[in-house]
């Protein structure tokens, strides 16, 4: 029960946290979107962070997932980004956090006046903090201890079952078994 438990909040955690990253990115982009003037500026700007904060999140999924989408990854980042920035996403340790400097970066880039760039700036703080809380979720086994003593009581639990059935299967009314009174525990 304990290691199911565990299991569900672990997964229901990861759930809430994913939930909040998808969030904070559209907030992100809607928000700048929202405060540019995009016939004086135009979009380029709005599209880099867009392709930053999918970028974030595409690679905190390949963080989490391991070396199991390793070529889809890299051939998605190779068709959304420009050459140069894929190769060193690709060439990094620790690709989600580079995610998330060039989501700061691109940020940066957007003409807008610094109260509302303060203001998009706490997603990317969430951001920061979602990728901190998958780490630790991905990180953190469900103690050896707990598993050990679930091993240990199903071991007891298995050896001595057959003394709590011997009454029961050894009665002559037993669905009609002729054989040795024990023989069916």
């Not at 303060?118 to 707990?146: A, H, M, N, R």
């Not at 003394?163 to 525990?185: C, M, N, Q, R, W």
């Amino acid at each position: 029960v304990f290691k199911t438990n565990a299991s569900y909040a672990r997964w229901s955690e990861g759930r809430a946290v994913w939930a909040r990253t998808v969030s904070n990115c559209r907030n992100m982009v809607r928000m700048a979107a929202t405060f540019v003037d995009i016939p004086k500026h135009g979009t380029r700007e709005i599209d880099r962070l867009s392709t930053s904060a999918w970028l974030f999140a595409r690679s905190l999924m390949n963080k989490l997932s391991g070396s199991e989408d390793e070529v889809e990854y890299e051939n998605e980042i190779r068709v959304a980004l420009e050459p140069k920035l894929a190769e060193r996403m690709l060439q990094t340790s620790d690709r989600a956090v580079a995610a998330l400097a060039e989501v700061s970066l691109a940020l940066d880039q957007i003409p807008i006046d610094e109260k509302r760039r303060v203001e998009i700036d706490k997603s990317v703080v969430i951001l920061g903090d979602c990728l901190s809380t998958c780490e630790k979720i991905y990180s953190s086994p469900v103690p050896l201890v707990y598993t050990r003593h679930t091993a240990r009581f199903l071991a007891l639990w298995m050896i001595l079952l057959p003394t709590a059935l011997y009454g029961p299967f050894a009665s002559e009314d037993t669905a009609g078994i002729v054989f040795f009174k024990g023989f069916a525990v």
